[in-house]
């Protein structure tokens, strides 16, 4: 009887990270509503900087 709970309880224990790992996974995948601004704030901001970069060249090449 004691090596049957033993196995139960090892078999529990390999199971709840294991499940706990997938299920954090596949949390990860989806994207939120606040994400997706994170990114589009990101893109405006390389952006700018890009425009800023080219701004300056232009004024040292005058």
Not at 24 to 39: D, F, K, N, R
Not at 43 to 56: F, S, Y
């Amino acid at each position: 009887m004691m090596s049957i709970i033993r196995k139960m309880k090892a078999s529990i224990l390999l199971f709840l990270p294991i499940s706990l790992l997938a299920f954090s996974l596949a949390a990860c995948e989806q994207e939120g509503p606040a994400e997706e601004v994170g990114e589009n704030i990101d893109e405006a901001v390389e952006e700018t900087q890009e425009e800023a970069e080219e701004l300056g060249d232009k004024i040292e090449e005058k």
